[in-house]
């Protein structure tokens, strides 16, 4: 029996795991007090783009993205499996084009903030 | 000590006489420190002589008596009746496993899977016995002690969500061997583990829901040892990749 190549998309979707679990607490507290119109200095638009402009910022913003990406399209597939959906390599297929392109765009777009 | 009288629900197959399985109900006068194996021992022993079902130690140590206890596998020895809710309890052979007859079931398929992840010390070259022993610390004991309590009882493979999916699936118990045996310092077979068990057949397959270390009645906890295989694996597949693997097989 061959070795898997599972290792690959594992280890993205523990990373983001790891990540999300971390930060998406956070990320919804911070959503939420926006949302009732408490704006911090830190939050607003000319420090989120100076923040997204700088090397370092576009770093963590990427890695955030990328692995948040990666971590939901391997979910979804033993979410899926688990739930009786026997299609596990068009799901596969699907789920990582979406965390591929994801992955791109954030780059793309990322290099595109100066 | 006072009795209860409970229905004891039996699933029974007698593969010469019944189609399919069937439930039969006993009623049995349990006294308060019963375990659900005294009850079918009972049952054995005055209503039905009949009724099949494994069991050998009574005290939770050789694993023989796993079974469904309510729809939840667990050591029969080890699960009181005063602590079950109802007068009513159902026992049914462990699931994700063929019938042989009433509670016991044909274990073949975990057989093949625990000797195919070479449970046992595997060396490069064995010591001279005038050499002496292999010593080891506490802490490398602790290592893997926990996982060398396991009793092969198979209720992991009865709640293992995976395993009722893709009957390949090594699943959690030989899983857990194999990672006893990677753990602990005396052992040098991890490469020849790994060809085994990091296949899509082997760990890749669970999906973490850690059903077996809920249900494991020795607290081995398959789903961590299982965890911890996924990481030393991808971190030998990512060596691998950039070419600073160990030897190629």
Redesign the interface.
């Known amino acids: 029996m061959a070795r898997s190549n599972k290792p690959l998309v594992w280890s993205l979707f523990a990373a983001g795991g790891t990540l999300a679990a971390l930060l998406v607490p956070a990320l919804v507290v911070v959503t939420l007090v926006v949302a009732y119109g408490y704006l911090p200095a830190a939050l607003d638009y000319q420090t989120m783009h100076a923040f997204a402009a700088n090397w370092l910022g576009k770093v963590i913003l990427f890695v955030v993205i990328a692995l948040c990406l990666w971590h939901a399209a391997h979910r979804l597939r033993t979410a899926l499996h688990g739930l009786g959906l026997r299609a596990d390599k068009w799901v596969a297929k699907a789920g990582y084009t979406v965390a591929g392109l994801g992955t791109v765009f954030a780059i793309v777009y990322l290099l595109q903030i100066h | 000590m006072s009795h209860r009288t409970i229905d004891l629900e039996v699933m029974r197959y007698r593969p010469e006489q019944d189609d399919e399985p069937w439930v039969q109900t006993y009623k049995v006068p349990c006294e308060e420190d019963w375990v659900v194996l005294d009850a079918l021992i009972y049952v054995k022993d005055n209503l039905d002589g009949s009724l099949s079902y494994r069991w050998s130690c009574h005290m939770a140590v050789c694993g023989s008596c796993g079974m469904m206890i309510n729809g939840e596998p667990a050591l029969s020895c080890k699960t009181f009746i005063r602590d079950l809710p109802g007068d009513v309890i159902r026992v049914e052979p462990l699931t994700n496993f063929p019938i042989e007859r009433d509670l016991v079931v044909v274990m073949d398929d975990f057989i093949e899977k625990l000797q195919r992840v070479k449970p046992y010390i595997i060396r490069d070259e064995s010591k001279p016995i005038s050499e002496g022993e292999h010593r080891q610390t506490p802490a490398q004991l602790k290592k893997f002690k926990q996982y060398t309590l396991c009793i092969n009882c198979l209720c992991c493979y009865a709640a293992c969500?995976q395993y009722a999916?893709i009957p390949e699936f090594i699943g959690p118990a030989a899983l857990t061997l194999a990672h006893r045996y990677n753990q602990d310092s005396r052992d040098q077979g991890w490469e020849e583990r790994?060809?085994?068990v990091?296949?899509?057949?082997?760990i890749?397959d669970c999906?973490f829901?850690d059903a077996c270390s809920i249900v494991c009645p020795k607290h081995v906890d398959p789903a961590s040892a299982i965890q911890q295989m996924?990481?030393s694996?991808?971190l030998s597949?990512?060596k691998n990749l950039i070419g600073l693997g160990g030897k190629k097989r």
């Open positions: 969500p999916l790994e060809d085994v990091a296949t899509n057949e082997g890749w999906a829901a996924k990481i694996s991808t597949w990512y």
